[in-house]
């Protein structure tokens, strides 16, 4: 395959010790040679060394940069084509400098993801790999990064390989059948392919199950923080993130936007979410912020209530519980160290089953009970990433949805005792759309759009 060479910043923006610049493509030895002063040529260096020395403008002949310079050859590179990555010291400045100069000497700035997406177009990793460098990337927890880092060695590339081969055997024993219809009788060759079809469809159901927990520890618990104004909202989320990240004060409408954070509670990832305090207003700032809120609550697996046990309790607070009628839940009885006005029996009933916290978040009390709470209502078995591979990813598992429904199609068929070629034609499609999961067939726009969401230097 032929590739034009790109570069970009492969480290964040910012101050730090040190920062990268990649080179990939057919040019990136060439190139970086062309700028660098040291020992040697970077062009006759073995493969896979490091090599100190000086970036020089050659036009100006100008020192720009003190660098160590790596140079990997194809083809055991992480793109599969030549690579060099330049060290330099991690200041915007220099960075920008390097990255400029290379650009100038030939190379394109590449687009996020391209260097990933050149591992996959380049054949060494499938589409589900190279979405799980994404993961690694992104996750927030160990058992996160350890469900990515499976993916990225290849575990669920694996399993949706052997399920597609048990599959193509199907087809296959079928195809023997339409060619030679004497040959086998085909109420056997019927009853094979019955088998071999429903085992798969188990381990896709298998895989499905999983996928929960998964998408949990991947994205993460959606969880939003509502509540009157003024209850304790934003203590609550100062609370979990244990970092004075949200504003608090005395003055009900505090919060008028959407603040979000992740925290990690006892290994349940949570996207925490504070939202303005709900209630009638006509501030016009502020009733933005509600409206934010409602649609917050909307997108929430679970919702933190946060009532103020020292008031008695507002028509806004019944509004509330009915808001979340339906949504996992938590009931946190907040300000427990002033005097008690709110009716805990009427809270009981209202609470439906669901948990109720009592808590006092100006000192400190409550917060252990709350994350036992948390833990509990998300982990109950507790997630074991060791055996499982789990299924995160969005487009992963409705491709395994779509799989599993053209496999119960096919099974049909064979109840309703349809021509055996019927039958082949939804196993088919059940192969195709397991195809996609690792990358087979997929369309470019796809891939653009998957890709488009890496980082840049990715
Ligand atoms: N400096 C640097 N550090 C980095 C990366 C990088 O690109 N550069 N990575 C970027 O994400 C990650 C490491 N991932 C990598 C994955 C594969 C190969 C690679 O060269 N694979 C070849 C050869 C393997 C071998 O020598 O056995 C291959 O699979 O064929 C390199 C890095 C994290 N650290
Ligand atoms: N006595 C007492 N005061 C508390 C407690 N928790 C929070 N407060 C106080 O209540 C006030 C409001 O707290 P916030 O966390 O800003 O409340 P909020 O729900 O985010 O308010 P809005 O953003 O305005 O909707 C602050 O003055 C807090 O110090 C508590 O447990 N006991
Ligand atoms: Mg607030």
């Known amino acids: 395959m032929e590739f034009d060479t790109i570069a970009a910043i492969s480290t964040p923006v910012g101050e730090g010790a040190i920062a990268i610049v990649r080179i990939s493509g057919e040019d990136a030895i060439s190139i970086a040679d062309r700028i660098f002063c040291g020992k040697e040529s970077l062009t006759e260096v073995p493969t896979h060394t490091i090599h100190y020395g000086f970036l020089e403008d050659p036009k100006t002949k100008e020192r720009v940069e003190e660098v160590m310079v790596s140079v990997l050859r194809a083809p055991k590179t992480f793109t599969r084509e030549d690579v060099v990555e330049i060290n330099c010291h991690g200041g915007v400045v220099s960075v920008n400098r390097v990255l400029q100069l290379v650009l100038r000497e030939g190379a394109r700035l590449a687009e996020p993801g391209e260097f990933t997406k050149r591992a996959f177009l380049n054949g060494r990793i499938d589409l589900s790999q190279a979405e799980g460098v994404m993961d690694l990337i992104r996750a927030k927890t160990d058992k996160a990064m350890n469900v990515a880092l499976q993916q990225v060695e290849g575990r669920l590339s694996h399993r949706i ?7 193509i055997e199907a087809i296959a024993s079928v195809e023997v059948n339409i060619d030679y219809p004497e040959y086998d009788a085909e109420s056997v060759t019927l009853a094979k392919l019955k088998e071999q079809v429903i085992d798969v469809r188990e381990e896709i159901v298998q895989l499905l199950r999983s996928a929960r927990e998964g998408k949990i520890l991947r994205e993460g618990i959606q969880t939003a923080i509502v509540g009157r104004p003024n209850v304790g909202k934003s203590s609550l989320m100062n609370s979990l993130v244990q970092e004075n990240k949200a504003i608090v004060t005395d003055i009900p409408g505090t919060t008028r936007d959407v603040l979000e954070e992740y925290v990690n509670i006892r290994g349940v990832p949570l996207r925490l979410v504070d939202t303005a305090g709900i209630r009638e207003t006509e501030d016009i ?12 609550l909307k997108e929430a697996d679970l919702v933190l209530l946060v009532l103020n046990s020292a008031e008695e309790l507002t028509k806004e607070d019944e509004a509330l519980f009915q808001a979340i009628e339906g949504l996992e839940a938590i009931i946190v009885l907040n300000k427990i160290d002033l005097d008690q006005k709110i009716e805990e029996k009427r809270i009981q009933e209202l609470a439906q089953g669901r948990p109720i916290i009592r808590a006092s978040l100006l000192k400190d009390e409550g917060i252990d009970e709350l994350e036992e709470a948390i833990s509990r209502i998300f982990f109950e078995q507790g997630v074991e990433t060791t055996e499982m591979s789990y299924v995160s990813n969005a487009r992963h598992i409705g491709l395994l949805e779509k799989a599993k429904e053209a496999i119960d199609e096919a099974l049909h068929s064979t109840e ?43």
């Open 416 to 458: 309703m005792e349809m021509p055996v070629d019927v039958v082949q034609i939804d196993v088919t499609r059940a192969w195709e759309l397991l195809g996609e999961i690792i990358g087979e067939n997929v369309h470019d726009g796809l891939l653009d759009q998957l890709f488009s969401q890496f980082c840049l230097g990715k």
């Open 161 to 167: 390989r052997r399920l597609r081969q048990t599959l």
């Open 285 to 296: 700032v502020e009733k933005i912020g509600v409206e934010r809120s409602h649609q917050v």
